[in-house]
């Protein structure tokens, strides 16, 4: 299955690759600086090296295998409706709130910031829905809510959304 990311995206993805692979011979020449310590069984600066080095080869896996799978998208969207990286305001009745999201691609998105993700339930149900509409959004087989769509903002990728980290 290839994601579905921008180009700037894959600028993201390549750039954070590229800093972690330049990083790798800093935290070998870690690991093997604590493991001089003594005793691996109670070395936890070792542990730590040895982590922090798991971390980023697992990491740079990723990031390959992200940009290798990669297909890239357009963004482009009718100025009435609602498109990738548009800011959008929507009324939810159950909660009697608005908020204003951004729906953005898989690898940018963060929830708590108002990132939505294209491909989350939220994301596919205002895609492409124009000011007015009320739309159901799919959570679960046992639950739904409703959304209305106040207004939409149009915007560009500015490159604000940071890649999502794990």
């Excluded at 069984?41 to 295998?65: G, M, P, T």
């Excluded at 799978?69 to 482009?76: L, Y």
């Amino acid at each position: 299955m290839n994601d579905e990311l921008t180009a700037l995206d894959i600028q993201k993805l390549q750039k954070e690759l590229d800093e972690r692979n330049a990083m790798m011979p800093e935290i070998i020449e870690e690991v093997k600086r604590t493991r001089a310590f003594g005793d691996l069984s109670e070395n936890f600066e070792y542990k730590e090296a040895k982590r922090a080095q798991n971390r980023n080869r697992s990491r740079i896996r990723y990031l390959e295998r992200m940009i290798a799978s990669a297909r890239i998208i357009d963004t482009r969207s009718a100025n009435d409706e609602v498109g990738l990286f548009d800011r959008v305001e929507v009324y939810i009745p159950e909660d009697g709130e608005t908020q204003v999201i951004q729906v953005v691609t898989t690898v940018r998105c963060d929830p708590l910031k108002g990132f939505v993700s294209r491909e989350s339930p939220f994301g596919k149900a205002v895609l492409g829905r124009r000011v007015g509409d009320r739309v159901t959004v799919q959570v679960s087989d046992s639950y739904s809510y409703e959304a209305e769509i106040r207004s939409i903002t149009k915007a560009e990728d500015d490159g604000s959304a940071p890649l999502r980290s794990f």
